[in-house]
């Protein structure tokens, strides 16, 4: 049995692990199976194609590590760069933080471009630091795409346009972890040089891949990085894939069938109908915390996110007890406010798996949370801004016409 | 794949089949297994004694029949009766029509009581036909407990008390099989002679077990009754309970395992607090149907279901196109209205693992469907309704506290 068992089913609207469709479950309910035989080889040979889709790269070559977003970070930095480079990265909120706090540690050298929490990096520093820049000592720039914490979008074609218009060099690495396959993502248009994504978000998997997906540029700085890396080391990953044989070491055999039912799923949906999906969610959540009158923590609306909204509480509320009350009473899971915003936001996730009526029985929840905890409410409004919208936008679905 | 995709979760509706707890799933998650081997009596000695809790019978002898409510319905006739044999049947919507149906192709002599769509039995006409009785020509009553198709709950008791104040041996015979598990049914404390319910209902299974549970009285009749029956006959079972092994043929194994997790899961939960959940679901309903400006199919709230909800729609709408809507644009499954009502009215289904903000998810999707259709439903109305009710009722999850 469960722990902490609840009737019904549990409403999962955390940013990540996200819910997972029955069909991708389905495929990983299996037996093990031997890496080495032909069948895991000739698979490992379709999702490295196609994982290349959903980066919208042609060029790029994808690396399927078995870790999380975390470990990906790390193998996009130490395959890249060498310790002391200078890279400039930018504080936005939680995740990005973490990033920085690892590239610290990794002994590079981080110039911090700071923002506060809810809004987006600032570009006109970057462009300033460019724009000095004139011996080219930045040598990559790492951005997140989207920030889980605080539901910031950053725009990654204005990066490029910087970096070329000054005709820079610097390696653009981007995190992709919460908006790839959720957000638009142009890895070749943008000129991203590495990209990484983690399984359990929009893919909708369990944790346990590390997408990294290196575009030649990236390739060629592999060749030149001094920083120490086996595991994580891209090299070990092309020398398998020129045998054929594609695996330095062994992979969760459960985990590529589950991508390989994912890519189907998501091919089957329509890679830009996955993304309107997701803006739709995404608008249909604003118009419910603008009704019911909180306040969203991205400030300004070119930063709004589409997988995620961390919503503002007033100060005699405490956001953590909303995500309290609802794991507690109603078997609804949200996003805690993290570190400089904890107390004062808590989030919904809208990203992966996830049909509208799915999210409006959420809305309506935290309609009755925020009764329960003293905020002044009207019940329904924020469910019927969300659905005279989503009324207005939901398509058919093309198999059931 | 599956067969017509979808986004997200499918927002199973119907009053049956019902949503299967991810505990149960896992639970049938298994090979085959041998049925004489020690396992599985050992699992079916717990289950027959368990089985027994959730009919609220100390007395009564359950039979696990690998087969449906229809198969169970016709298990429930052949062993207490005989053909020519009178009984006194209630018609009052599709369900009970085809149990009739079934008493008829069985030349059973089928005394009909027939009520309009969304009405009760009419139990005073049963009083008049019990009083002038003397013979007592009448073997059994025929009662649905729960019409699926109207959303129409009967009283047993009324049944009982008739019966006692008329000394009247009359077998009472009830099709439990949308009610039992989620609307209070006391066997032994209403005289029900036969009990019976489908795994696919409140239970939360796959279809493929008919529940019996046959009282003393009924046991004893099976000794008597001339109808011919084999796969149906209790004997059989009876014979193999005293060997021990308690399988005239092979059993599904794989239900046998979920229906042992279900009752775990019922009995963690607790079958009162079930109940009480079931309660507030139809409560729910009922509220935001009345916000709605629609009519509830049930004509007085003495018959309210708390399993389903049958909706009436205007003359102008066909509520099969809401059913088919639901079904194209928001993956939704809700119930058609069945032949005198086809057309009339659409049903929610409120019973089985189901939670608060599930069924507001449903009501949200249904305004908007609603819209649709050119209903003029004022968007978050009934979800504002059932909220408001749900937001002082719904209590903390015990687990969790």
Redesign the interface.
């Known amino acids: 049995?469960?722990?902490?068992?609840?009737?019904?089913?549990n409403?999962l609207f955390v940013p990540g692990p996200v819910?997972i469709?029955?069909?991708i479950i389905r495929a990983m309910?299996r037996n093990n199976e031997d890496y080495r035989s032909p069948a895991i080889p000739a698979m490992t040979k379709t999702l490295l194609e196609d994982v290349k889709k959903i980066f919208k790269t042609i060029t790029g070559i994808p690396f399927l590590i078995p870790t999380t977003g975390t470990g990906a970070w790390e193998s996009a930095l130490t395959n890249t760069l060498s310790p002391g480079d200078r890279i400039v990265s930018f504080l936005i909120g939680q995740f990005s933080l973490l990033w920085i706090d690892q590239q610290q540690r990794l002994k590079f050298n981080v110039d911090v471009v700071e923002s506060e929490w809810g809004q987006g990096a600032k570009l006109d520093v970057l462009e300033s630091k460019i724009a000095s820049d004139t011996s080219h000592t930045i040598k990559a720039i790492c951005i997140v795409h989207n920030e889980t914490a605080t539901g910031v979008t950053n725009d990654l074609a204005k990066v490029r346009q910087i970096l070329d218009s000054y005709r820079h060099p610097a390696l653009l690495i981007v995190d992709g972890v919460s908006s790839i396959c959720a957000l638009d993502f142009r890895m070749d248009e943008w000129g991203v040089d590495v990209a990484i994504t983690g399984s359990q978000k929009a893919l909708s998997l369990p944790t346990g891949i590390g997408i990294v997906v290196a575009g030649p540029r990236a390739i060629e700085a592999s060749k030149h990085a001094k920083s120490l890396r086996v595991f994580f080391d891209w090299k070990d990953y092309l020398k398998f894939y020129q045998l054929g044989t594609y695996w330095p070491y062994t992979p969760s055999i459960h985990l590529l069938y589950g991508l390989r039912?994912a890519l189907?799923?998501i091919f089957?949906?329509g890679l830009e109908n996955?993304i309107a999906?997701h803006s739709r969610l995404g608008k249909a959540t604003r118009l419910a915390v603008e009704a019911w009158g909180l306040k969203n923590c991205t400030q300004k609306e070119e930063w709004y996110s589409d997988t995620v909204t961390a919503v503002l509480v007033p100060a005699y509320i405490d956001s953590t007890e909303i995500v309290r009350r609802a794991?507690?009473?109603?078997?609804?899971s949200l996003g805690l406010g993290l570190n400089k915003v904890a107390g004062k936001v808590f989030r919904i996730g809208h990203l992966g798996?996830?049909?509208?009526?799915?999210?409006?029985?959420?809305?309506?929840?935290v309609?009755?949370i925020l009764?329960?905890v003293g905020y002044p409410v009207?019940?329904?409004?924020g469910?019927?801004?969300?659905?005279?919208y989503?009324?207005d936008t939901?398509?058919?679905?093309p198999?059931?016409?």
């Open positions: 049995m469960d722990y902490f068992n609840a009737p019904g089913r409403h819910n469709p029955d069909q309910n039912a189907d799923l089957e949906e996955v999906r794991w507690k009473r109603y078997n609804l798996n996830l049909n509208e009526l799915q999210l409006l029985g959420c809305l309506a929840g309609e009755m009764k329960d009207k019940l329904g409004s469910v019927a801004a969300a659905s005279a989503l009324q939901i398509p058919m679905i198999s059931r016409i």
